[in-house]
């Protein structure tokens, strides 16, 4: 009994690891047939971080401060901007593909149950890691040659990235569910996404907004991610950034356990009740 158990355990977890493998191959397959629109996309986020460099740039030059932002930190804040605008490619990448397996008329196929949605999240969620690997080396060397780490700093820096790049997964699942049963709700959602994104201090810093937008901003769970991955960078000590930033870790680890199952919890729940709508 025990080694048929063993035997089971060991086949449904190779089952797993195949189903992911090949939706990960499937989905790099796919996109690396439109490679110049992921040239443009890798393009795309350097003119996003370009404009705020050269405005505070200017207010640096008379030796301006934003809280612990910087004529040297800031490099730092804005080429950390750039990978997250390269892992938030994530939340739209889901739709995208799920609205495209929906008019191929192959979703039921890649959801047939419960499971493959995790599956379905693991396998977008690792080939988009793969596929913007090449220039998230380069800028985090550029990174490290302007404001070099510790290797443990660096490492951590690493797994807070990938965790951000798990929870902008499961909220593109999220959004996912809804490009093909709701089409209106999906681009409300997004609608409201978008403006958690702009007041998540991607580019600008906290301190250089008002009062009354930083209570705000105090609200949205996203700015206490990329608060975290910045000072983590910046302080070069784990220890004293545990300490420091206590909730913003909190904040990171609820979200990355809990957002994948509550959005594959969803995803079920709503596909179950409205199926497929829209052929």
Known sequence: MNFKMRRFNRDFIKLQFIQIFTLTEKNLKLRLRFKYQIIISFIRPVISII????????????????????????????????????????????????VREKYWKTIQAL?????????????????HMILISIPMVFFFIICYIVYPISLLTFLSVIIIFFLIALIFSAIGLFLGVFAITNENIWKILGFVLSIIILLSCITYPYE????????????????????????????????????????????????????????????????????????
Do not use: C
């Open 51 to 98: 404009m705020p460099l050269i405005i505070l740039g200017k207010f640096f030059d008379l030796n301006a401060e934003f809280g612990s932002w910087n004529e040297n930190t800031f490099v730092v804040f804005q080429f950390i901007a750039y990978q997250i605008f390269l892992i938030r490619i994530l939340i739209n990448e889901f739709p995208t593909q799920i």
């Open 111 to 127: 959801i047939i149950a419960p499971l493959n949605r995790y599956n379905l999240l693991l396998g977008i969620f690792l080939s």
């Open 208 to 279: 250089i907004f008002p009062d009354f937008i930083q209570q705000i901003i105090n609200l949205n769970p996203l700015y206490y991610l990329f608060d975290l991955l910045r000072f983590v960078w910046i302080e070069d000590h784990l220890l004293i950034s545990i300490l420091t930033h206590p909730i913003d870790i909190v904040i990171l680890f609820t979200l990355a356990i809990t957002l994948p199952i509550i959005s594959v919890y969803i995803f079920n729940k709503v596909y179950q009740k409205f199926g497929i709508v829209g052929y």
